[in-house]
């Protein structure tokens, strides 16, 4: 069975500092992984996600993750905060090997920016 | 930009009541997802349709959530009779295809109180 642990349900930076968001992942499978942002009393916007190919993956507002399989880990990074980057976020796995390639996601990370 | 829709936004029942939400996926996505999102946690899948049919619904309670996308296009989740445990917002997201390597697209939500 997939899994995913966010590591601290709360992070708070100062603007223009370095944002870093946590996510290790268990998968008896080889997996897909994904970044969602979700703002208040919104759907989920996907940031990000990696498939196959390179471990370093890029994007949407200056957001960056990189797989690193023997430390099942999938970090968010973004060099600098924004004011804007305040919100919710969630990673999560494809429950790949069955028929439904559902996501699993994480508990989730609220980051909050301070001015 | 083509996007999901939902509705209600918001809706508040009594417990006991019955209550559905409409949701009409991105033009052309054959696979459509409900979510259940409790406050405080990362979404989990309830129902997963391909075209009109259930592709996964293990985490859907049977003996009161019913799901149904009889024409393979919009779809309506309902509840009856709905419990104070049912709180919570309800996502709807669609892909193209049901592969894990497709981006889900999630809509606004339905944020249920239940009375």
């Known amino acids: 069975a997939q899994s995913v642990t966010q590591l601290g349900s709360h992070v708070s930076v100062s603007e223009g500092a370095l944002v870093l968001l946590r996510c290790n992942y268990s998968s008896s499978v080889p997996p897909y992984l994904f970044w969602y942002v979700q703002y208040p009393n919104q759907g989920l916007q996907l940031l990000l996600k990696y498939t196959t190919g390179a471990t370093l993956v890029k994007g949407i507002n200056g957001f960056e993750a990189e797989f690193k399989k023997s430390e099942t880990s999938f970090h968010l990074t973004k060099p600098s905060a924004h004011m804007s980057d305040a919100a919710e976020y969630f990673c999560?796995?494809?429950?790949?090997?069955?028929?439904?390639?559902?996501?699993?996601f994480g508990s989730g990370t609220r980051l909050l920016v301070r001015p | 930009e083509a996007e999901v829709a939902q509705s209600p936004r918001y809706k508040i029942t009594e417990k006991s009541q019955a209550v559905a939400f409409w949701c009409d996926p991105i033009s052309g996505h054959a696979t459509l997802y409900w979510y259940r999102q409790i406050l405080g946690q990362g979404p989990e899948l309830l129902v997963q349709?391909?075209?009109?049919?259930?592709?996964?619904d293990s985490q859907l309670p049977k003996d009161r959530f019913s799901a149904e996308r009889l024409k393979g296009v919009d779809s309506t989740l309902k509840i009856q009779p709905a419990e104070l445990g049912d709180s919570a917002m309800y996502l709807c997201?669609?892909?193209?295809?049901?592969?894990?390597?497709?981006?889900?697209?999630f809509g606004p939500g339905t944020r249920l109180t239940v009375l």
């Open positions: 997201a669609s892909s193209l295809e049901r592969y894990s390597y497709n981006e889900q697209f």
């Open positions: 999560a796995v494809t429950a790949g090997g069955d028929s439904s390639y559902k996501l699993i």
């Open positions: 349709f391909q075209d009109e049919s259930v592709v996964d």
